[in-house]
């Protein structure tokens, strides 16, 4: 426990001044000595004081009655009247009027002196007030309120001097000149408030809003203590009003945190000082106490760190003997290197497994608090459909197994992925987002699920795609899955299909033979039909059908390959994309029965182009056609020689 006792609890100046002046008094011994009024509001120094001597004249009947002795003013201070009768009757006068209230007397004397009318804001029944009175030489105006502010009755114009109480709140006073000032008086306001209870007010207030419990000390008829008690009650609930040590509760305030200690004006040191040492020796109580803790099986402590090892933690947990923390008792992952998640110092709550182990040392569970943590945290993550993320601690034959919290949740393999995943071991340590859609910790069951957020990340990304490709734009995809007849191409939120046919302007073996799974590439968007992307690698600048015309004009002889055989003839690639065809009559004058008699594939031959349709993308070879060129020429060659 702890205790903070506001600087400014107790007697302020004008009434420290005061009480000191009567003790000075009674102690120089000239009695009888009576105060006008008692001197505080604070019936154990009154006792005191008259148990000295020092009587309390409760009127001015009583006054009138002495017939010697020495009358001591209080800091409330009176009117002229009091003193003159004092001074008539040969009694001593000592005034230990506050200064403060002293000033208000000359002000307010000197001003209806010149013919202000004086208003007083204040209470019209306090000493203070009553005093302030006595000094003006016509009947003064008291007001306390809006009301009386706004009905106050003196003509407009008249000369008015305003002054305050001096324990009057500000802002009220500030209120009620404003509703004056509509009066249209000429008038002279001195704002002679004492910020003594504005400070008292302000800290008690401070320290209430800190505090678990709250001492207020005063006598049971003093305004400004009440007032403090409700300042305080306001910010701290468990506020106490005492006026003196024996009206305390001390066990209310046990086990409290910080305790909180203002007083009101009239409140001597005394008393303030017998309350802080009754709080303070409870706080030592409750320390030694606390020291001498004694601990059960299945409580929750706190302890602090003291040694980590690979397999288990030692910890502080004020008891007389240290805590054990085993790595079974701290995680569920398994071989887990505890000098690597924990370190000295480190505070946290465990679970009293055994006060003793046979050696003397408590057995403690961090894991079972956090799992109990954990089960509530996750089944309001189930109630709210909150994404979770964790890694996989362990990859098991049906599933992935991951830990939130010490609590181990479980991922069947059809949840795991929107796809088939035949190799679950690339998910270990890896950190993944999944929802818990079975939450059964009776049954030791709690599901989660990864495929619902991919299946819905995907139809998210999916819009986005659809609204972003047209048909004829280019975009960049990878290479998800290579068959027979062509790739898939991720575009990121769908696939497209590549069709062998459109994987080059020429002929394509096998779409493995171009392409592997991951890789990047640049593909057309051929066609968009429902959720169907049919996608092209045949960009129209490569399309060697630009240049055709030149290449294979009619007559142009040239080479090619047989790429493939018909019984009616052979075709044959001039380039990739490019084919023409060899017509079985124009592979030689001899007759050709068929072109594989005379032809091979992959077979390199040079022909004439004979016929070229751009239109209709066909051009028509002949080998025969260069026979008599060749005939020829062996000829020339011949006759030459
Ligand atoms: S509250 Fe202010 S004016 Fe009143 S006695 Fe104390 S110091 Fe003087």
């Known amino acids: 426990m702890q205790v903070k006792t506001a600087k400014s609890a107790g007697f302020c100046f004008g009434v420290q001044r005061a009480v000191d002046t009567v003790y000075e008094q009674a102690d120089a011994g000239y009695k009888p000595i009576y105060t006008y009024g008692p001197i505080i509001h604070n019936e154990v120094v009154v006792r005191d004081l008259e148990e000295k001597g020092v009587h309390v004249l409760n009127s001015r009947e009583e006054l009138e009655q002495l017939a010697e002795g020495t ?8 009117g002229k009247e009091i003193y003159d009768l004092i001074q008539d009757k040969g009694l001593i006068c000592v005034d230990a009027t506050c200064p403060f209230v002293k000033k208000i007397h000359r002000i307010v004397e000197k001003e209806s002196a010149a013919g202000r009318h004086i208003i007083i804001i204040g209470n019209d029944r306090h000493p203070e007030v009553e005093g302030i009175k006595g000094w003006c030489h016509s009947p003064a105006t008291v007001i306390e309120n809006a009301q009386q502010a706004e009905t106050i009755g003196i003509s407009e114009g008249t000369p008015v001097c ?9 802002k009220k006073f500030q209120d009620l000149v404003e509703i004056l000032d509509k009066k249209r008086y000429d008038r002279l306001v001195v704002n002679t408030i004492c910020n003594a209870t504005e400070e008292r007010q302000t800290e008690a207030r401070q320290i209430a809003g800190e505090a678990d419990a709250m001492i207020v000390i005063g006598g049971s008829h003093s305004s400004n203590t009440q007032k403090l008690f409700e300042i305080c009650k306001k910010e701290c609930a468990d506020t106490f009003y005492i006026q003196t040590v024996h009206d305390l ?12 200690i203002t007083a009101g004006a009239s409140t001597p040191k005394k008393i303030i000082e017998e309350v802080q040492k009754h709080v303070a020796d409870l706080s030592f109580e409750q320390m030694l106490e606390d020291s001498l803790k004694t601990i059960r099986t299945g ?39 505890l000098t690597a998640m924990v370190h000295v110092g480190d505070t946290m709550e465990v679970k009293v497994l055994k006060v003793n182990d046979g050696e003397g040392q408590v057995q403690l569970s961090y894991r079972r608090v956090a799992a109990e943590r954990g ?124 069709h062998i ?10 779409p493995k033979k171009l392409f592997k799974v991951g890789d990047k590439v640049k593909v057309l968007i051929k066609e968009i039909k429902d959720s169907k992307i049919a996608l092209s690698m045949k960009f129209e600048d490569s399309n060697p059908w630009l240049t ?94």
Request: aromatic residues 6%.
């Open 71 to 78: 009358v001591i003013i209080r800091s409330h201070g009176v």
């Open 162 to 170: 305003i002054v305050s109480q001096t324990t009057f709140n500000y």
């Open 249 to 260: 509760n001390l066990e209310v305030l046990r086990s409290t945190g910080l305790v909180g």
């Open 299 to 337: 409580e929750i402590v706190e302890g602090t760190v003291i040694d980590v090892k690979e397999d288990e933690i030692i910890l502080n947990i004020g008891y007389k003997s240290d805590g054990i923390v085993s790595r079974s008792e701290y995680t569920n992952v398994p071989n887990a290197d």
């Open 375 to 498: 089960s509530k945290r996750l089944e309001e993550a189930f109630e709210n459909k909150e994404v979770l993320k964790a890694k996989v601690s362990q990859v098991l034959d049906g599933g992935l197994s991951v830990v939130v919290d010490e609590t181990r949740i479980f991922i069947p393999a059809s949840l795991v992925s929107d796809t088939y995943e035949k190799n679950l071991g690339k998910y270990a340590d890896q950190e993944i987002e999944f929802v818990i859609t079975e939450f059964n910790p009776k049954r030791r069951r709690i599901i989660g699920d990864r495929r619902q957020l991919l299946v819905a990340k995907k139809a998210e990304m999916q819009k986005e795609l659809f609204a972003r490709i047209h048909e004829g734009d280019v975009v960049e995809g990878t290479v998800k899955n290579v068959t027979d007849f062509g790739a898939f191409i991720d575009l990121g939120g769908a696939d497209g299909l590549l």
């Open 501 to 510: 046919s459109e994987m080059s302007w020429g002929r394509v073996e096998h």
């Open 548 to 641: 055709a015309d030149e290449k294979y004009a009619v007559g142009n002889v040239v080479e090619g390959i047989v790429a493939r055989m018909t019984d009616f003839g052979a075709f044959v690639e001039l380039e990739p994309g490019v084919d023409a065809l060899l017509h079985v009559s124009q592979i030689s004058k001899e007759h050709v029965d068929k072109p594989s008699d005379v032809l091979k594939i992959g077979q390199v031959i040079t022909a004439k182009v004979v016929d070229f349709n751009g239109e209709d993308r066909k051009i028509s070879l002949s080998m025969k056609a260069l026979e008599n060129n060749e005939a020829e020429s062996d000829q020339e060659e011949e006759t030459e020689e």
